[in-house]
């Protein structure tokens, strides 16, 4: 009769731990989830952190503060990993003109984000192009994303879209 009830509660034991690993599994499944994408329908201004008129998708089951503002344009980090950030929309120049837009880190300017188009023709008609650029970037709790028109932009961009995905939590 010993033997019968501790073979019964060897059995219950390897239940309980298979319920355990099932539940451990899932919780790691369910990690935190970034999925933003702004609009801004035109933008002409030099030197200044692009805003963004509204969310084309807003959604994040993270906890913490992390958000994209769309009156400063400034994304906050809220979960540690790794992002895919996007942007692009049609960009307009002329003779002389150029677009030049950098994504900034931490108030530091991401040289590889590097977006440019330029006009070096004499005379003639506007060009528009549609243009994107994509990079990813390993942010901490508390990092701080924003696109910004560089000094050296006098063109625009219209459909202008920014879109940032948690694709990797640490």
Known sequence: EV????????VKLEEKEAKLAALEASRLS?????????YQDLW???????????????FHNAEGDGALDLTTGTFTAANPGYYSITFGGDVGTGPGLYTNIYLYKNNEKVYASRFHLEDRRDSGGDIITQASRSLV??????????????????GSIRDLTYCIVLVASL
Not at 47 to 52: K, L, R, T, V
Request: charge should be negative; include cysteine.
């Open 137 to 154: 970037l390993e942010l901490g709790v508390g990092d701080v994303l924003q696109l910004e028109a560089d000094l050296f932009f006098n």
């Open 44 to 58: 002409m201004q030099e030197d200044s952190p692009i805003s963004f008129d509204e969310f084309l998708t807003n």
């Open 30 to 38: 369910d990690g935190p989830q970034v999925v933003m994408c702004a």
């Open 3 to 10: 033997e019968a009830r501790l073979e019964a509660l060897e």
